[in-house]
């Protein structure tokens, strides 16, 4: 699906389940995740093309696979904390959705650790060359 048909699925979708909560509340939530679950999988079919390119585009400009590894993986890992602090929120679970936000943010602190050591390295090994 293109960005306007998804976009639109999106609000259709909102717009049903708004509609059906007023009756069914229960069903209502059905919606709405059968509605995600289907953008969900239209994006992870986006995904596959990015991380094509991400890695023709590393190749090209000569950075290891390793480095585009981690940004893809901390991509994910901020889109995925970011989800699942909004659903938290969005069924009132605000003290759950703060401890989701503080998992993803060490997990991308750990994930960044080598790349900063290594950084790190690097400089302090340019300021002992150049002294």
Partial sequence: MNTFSLIGFSVVTAIAAF???????????????????????????????????????????GASSATVG??????GIAYLSRLGTELCRDIGENALAVKTEIVGRVMLLSLALPLIANIASILTELIRNSL
């Fill in 19 to 61: 509609t059906v909560k007023q009756y069914n509340p229960q069903i209502a939530v059905h919606v709405s995740l059968a509605g995600g679950a289907v953008i969900a999988l239209s994006i992870l079919a986006e995904l596959s093309g990015i991380v094509g390119e991400l890695n023709a585009l590393a190749a090209e400009g």
């Fill in 70 to 75: 981690v940004i893809i993986k901390a991509v």
